[in-house]
């Protein structure tokens, strides 16, 4: 008698299904096994992994809302709002790396009902201290918890990494990450919504809209997904990736993609009040716009994946880096030019390029180490802890993103030092992929 996944999602024989939602026996690299059953229970796990992903991304950019709300009354300057979005994105990123091993440690379906319900108490508070009158302080606390919603990432793709065999990985962690990514713009529609009906007295509403949410996701992960228990931490595991150089280039090619989308989608709103505050002088003017980049950066992730996939991720990737540095090359002329069509159509493409290189770099993830482990275990293992590593240190390049917008603006008044700064990292990220992955004689230029 063959063995299979039952309908409960657990290994075993087809004349002993179970309801226990733990996978005993999981062999996605088998062909039979996979075809017969292992595809159907991983994308099952997919679908509500992407459910849990996408809230937890509402979540941690909920500030990036949250602080056009934030007018007179609340006496804080554009330095300080940018603040505000800069700590979440910092509390996201280093929780990162403890969700990674959480998924092997606790289960992936047991870690995804802990997390989602997690985000109740960043929304709980902000809906209970957004009002004028609060102290700086406490919104700087508020606003920090809700980095929780960062670090559901890392755990979601550490998971939905060892559902996945190996050809199909660039895909399956593109739609997973595709669908988190776009709780960013979702969030800003939710924010626009309540601006153009309510008003920007009522910035309450926004969080409160996430508690229903929440809770269905939380349900959904308990009653539909499974643990695998072929996932085991290792503590090695990360101590042995840190030494891996490929770990830090990777890891850099990340702050430069995934970096610039989590620090852009947090930021840009603010930008174009501050930048352009004559055309966009209230919070639901600059709202209206604020969620299309990240919409279409969202959405394209996953092509960024299925191209690297058929073409390389290190080709991918550097062709998203060269395309990004014209991309800020042509936002730096339009702020001096004070072109607002070409600054948006800058950011626009700026928002493109960083989703489809966010795709293409976690697609070299597994490839590399594929080439370097001894055994598939090997791989599986290697990946994960740098799924976890790569996207804390991306994270953190939200952080300097707003920090970098922050800075420029109060010696300034303007972007333009930021600008320059985001052109330069993206030709030193071309740089260092083209002489670690594609000059000629590298090694690894068919294999990544």
């Known amino acids: ?105 606790f289960g992936g379906r047991n870690w995804t009902v802990f997390s989602a319900s997690l985000l109740l108490v960043p929304t709980v508070l902000a809906g209970i201290v957004l009002h004028p009158g609060v102290s700086y302080g406490t919104l700087l606390a508020v606003a920090c918890v809700a980095g929780v919603g960062g670090g559901n990432f890392a755990s979601s793709m550490a998971n939905i990494n060892a559902f996945y065999p190996q050809r199909l990985k660039g895909w399956a962690l593109g739609i997973n990450a595709g669908g988190g990514n776009l709780g960013v713009p979702v969030v800003q529609l939710v924010g626009l919504a309540v601006l153009a009906t309510a008003g920007a007295a009522h910035p309450r509403l926004v969080p409160l809209v996430y508690l229903p949410l929440i809770v269905l996701a939380a349900l959904s992960a308990a009653l539909r997904m499974d643990n695998l228990t072929s996932l085991r931490n290792d503590r090695r595991a990360l101590r042995e990736v840190a030494r891996e150089p490929h770990s830090w280039v990777i890891s850099l090619l990340y702050i430069g993609t995934f970096g610039s989308f989590i620090g852009f989608g947090f930021a840009f709103g603010q930008v174009l009040q501050v930048q352009f505050h004559q055309q966009f002088d209230t919070p639901v003017k600059a709202a209206y716009l604020t969620f299309l980049g990240p919409l279409l950066g969202s959405l394209v992730r996953p092509v960024g994946g299925r191209l690297a996939d058929r073409f390389g991720g290190a080709r991918i990737t550097l062709a998203t880096f060269v395309l990004m540095a014209g991309g800020a090359g042509a936002v730096l002329a339009a702020s001096h030019a004070k072109s607002l069509p070409l600054f948006l159509a800058g950011f626009v493409a700026l928002f493109v390029l960083s989703g489809l290189g966010n795709g293409s770099t976690y697609k070299m993830i597994p490839a590399i180490f594929q080439v370097r482990a001894a055994t598939d275990e090997d791989a599986r293992r290697g990946a994960s802890a740098l799924i976890g590593m790569a996207g804390a240190i991306g994270a953190f390049g939200g952080v300097l993103v707003n920090l970098a917008f922050r800075q420029s603006f109060l010696s300034s008044k303007n972007g333009d030092a930021a600008y320059w700064a985001f052109l330069a990292v993206y030709a030193v990220c071309s740089l260092v992929t083209w002489a670690v992955y594609l000059r000629p004689g590298s090694r690894w230029s068919r294999l990544v």
């Open 1 to 105: 008698m063959s063995t299979v996944v039952d309908s409960e999602g657990t290994a075993g024989t087809t004349a002993a299904p179970t309801r226990t939602r733990v996978i005993t026996d999981w062999r996605p690299e088998d062909e039979d096994f996979w075809s017969e059953a292992g595809a159907r229970v991983a994308r099952r796990n997919l679908v509500y992994s992407v459910l849990s992903e996408h809230i937890g991304f509402s979540v941690w950019s909920l500030w990036s809302v949250l602080v056009l709300f934030l007018g007179p009354a609340y006496h804080i300057d554009a330095a300080g709002k940018f603040t505000l979005t800069a700590l979440p994105t910092a509390l996201g990123a280093g929780l990162r790396l403890p969700y990674t091993f959480a998924v092997a440690r």
